[in-house]
């Protein structure tokens, strides 16, 4: 069944849906459980890429963050970071509720090389007593894009604003697809474009005006991380130094093409890219799009769209933005579906290659692109981002994911270009590379997915 787009496209802080926004809202689901019991102390164990990269994807303060009751979409960075320096400094967590626990080095256990079975992004939360009784325990599984399972309940444990935006498991939707193959089935069934297929299924649980403000909502975070990431100078934290680039580049491009002359296009596309990522790697908020490490490339090409298309007349550009978004979401969802977008679990490939995947099929169909097309431009942006590994420097979200969602974002506008100056008939499709992409992930070294033990990560010396 295709999951829905506002699932698919959240609102959360950086710099990691999967290791950031997915713990804070399983820290926020066991605190929900355990409110009203006579908790006296709360034992964090982190498994897998979330013990061997949580320090630099900020995962345990994420979690701690969750048991205080915060959540993904609403909190301030700024106020979360001043209350874990407070946790720090008194060594007290206040958990939802108010309940008071202390927080001792004792009670955060880091597991690296433990992978548990159903996912290699697991945490275990445990609840005592004054006697140290376990009144409560929980495994949860960050899964990608800020979705999470539990060993308890196998739907989603998300805030209840993301579980109202989801679709339905059954057969409430007039459309259900969770292949490239059905969802062109739909579409001729129907005689409507993907956009208009999906839609269809979302207004099963919102109404069709409903669902327009709240993807313009999204267009408008997307933009806003973009604002305020070309304002801020100095480096991005984490100890590697990176230089912030965004600001400098975006008073360069101001003097050197101030009316967006298409020879620029490209570097404007890179600098959006950028300039969200950057933002990402600082803990500012950003959308998952459809995970917070490939979060620049839609905006950047949902930009490139709406400034140099000129298919989209000025009186239409939200309605290009309701139907870009709503294409990579019908292609965003198969591959929850069929295959990853967890870099933990497939590499960076199911990362940023689901995420130029699903901006070239945006892409395509706001250009005027059939159905045929846009399943095209979403099968060639895919292709060429196989056995993309996930090594990122330090274990932070910066070296080299910020550049990889520039270069991703004009190979995903290169695809959708590509696949309209065919008739879309071509000889892989995109249930095959989403196959391949699955199988390729399954055959990769762990140290290759989002471990910070191979690859660019042991390569380059941090000192």
Known sequence: MPVSVFDLFSVGIGP?????????????????????????AVDVHLYGSLASTGHGHGTLGAVLAGLTGSDPETVDPDEMAASLAETERTGQLRLAGGTVVPLRQADIVLHPLTMLPRHPNAMRLVAR?????????????SIGGGFVTS????????TAA?????????DAVPYPFSSGAELLAACAASGLPVSGVALANETVTRTADEVRAGLLHVHDVMRESVERSIRRTGTLPGGLEVRRRAANWYEQLLRDDPHHDPLFAMEWVNLTAMAVNEENASG?????????????????????????????APDERDDAVVRFLLTAGAVGSIYKERASISGAEVGCQGEV???????????????????EQVENAAEIAMEHNLGLTCDPIGGLVQIPCIERNAIAANKAINAARMALRGDGVHHVSLDQVVETMRQTGADMSTKYKETAMG???VNVPLC
């Open 16 to 40: 990691s849906s999967s290791h950031t926004v997915g713990p804070m809202r399983a820290g926020a689901s066991f605190a929900a459980r355990v409110a009203g019991a006579p908790v006296a």
């Open 151 to 158: 060993d308890g309940d196998a739907a989603p444990a998300d």
């Open 162 to 170: 993301v579980a109202e935006a989801a679709i339905p498991v059954d």
């Open 284 to 312: 500012g908020r950003v959308v998952t799009a459809p995970t917070n490490g490939a979060a620049g490339i839609i905006p950047a090409v949902l930009s490139y769209a709406l400034t140099y298309a000129s298919e989209v």
């Open 129 to 141: 007593d004054a006697a140290g009784t376990v009144l409560d325990e929980e495994t949860y599984y």
């Open 455 to 457: 690859g660019l990560a």
């Open 353 to 371: 290659g689901s995420a130029a995947s699903m901006a070239a099929a945006g892409l395509a169909e706001v250009l005027g692109g059939t159905p």
